[in-house]
């Protein structure tokens, strides 16, 4: 794996979920990220090296060359690479310690089904999008 290279963890059958990533697209002009779904045989291979049983899982990761993060502290650095204002997000909610920001998250992934949806089937990418998602 290129130590540059950003891989976005999440569950393709969660509306939240597949709108930030749809959300990440929009606003990652340089494509740093790629993404896959934790329901791929991808992310479990690859969240198995990191002791995580990927489907089912109530958060996303963001994977940064070997450096593994999860619930907020994800959110935040996928947001500091964003295209725009939305690395303010990362100055402005960072100094918040993580146990509190992780508690929040927590309650939002407990709820995201109830409040956003969920899919029976995961994200299909567009032709133009497919060279990004890992399977």
């Given at each position: 794996?290129?130590?540059?290279?950003?891989?976005?963890?999440?569950?393709?059958?969660?509306?939240?979920?597949?709108?930030?990533?749809?959300?990440?697209?929009?606003?990652?002009?340089?494509?740093?990220?790629?993404?896959?779904?934790?329901?791929?045989?991808?992310?479990?291979?690859?969240?198995?090296?990191?002791?995580?049983?990927?489907?089912?899982?109530?958060?996303?990761?963001?994977?940064?060359?070997?450096?593994?993060?999860?619930?907020?502290?994800?959110?935040?650095?996928?947001?500091?690479?964003?295209?725009?204002?939305?690395?303010?997000?990362?100055?402005?909610l960072g100094?918040?310690?993580?146990?509190?920001?992780?508690?929040?998250?927590?309650?939002?992934?407990?709820?995201?089904?109830?409040?956003?949806?969920?899919?029976?089937?995961c994200l299909?990418?567009?032709?133009?999008?497919?060279?990004?998602?890992?399977?």
């Amino acid at each position: 794996m290129d130590s540059t290279q950003r891989i976005v963890f999440f569950d393709g059958h969660c509306h939240l979920c597949t709108g930030a990533v749809r959300f990440i697209i929009r606003r990652d002009p340089k494509q740093k990220f790629l993404f896959s779904s934790l329901q791929s045989a991808y992310a479990e291979k690859r969240l198995a090296a990191y002791q995580i049983q990927s489907a089912g899982s109530a958060t996303f990761y963001l994977l940064e060359g070997t450096q593994l993060y999860q619930q907020s502290t994800a959110f935040l650095r996928i947001m500091k690479q964003l295209h725009g204002g939305w690395p303010l997000l990362y100055y402005l909610l960072g100094w918040i310690p993580p146990f509190l920001r992780n508690a929040v998250y927590r309650w939002v992934s407990q709820n995201r089904y109830r409040w956003w949806g969920r899919s029976e089937q995961c994200l299909i990418p567009t032709p133009e999008l497919k060279a990004r998602f890992l399977a």
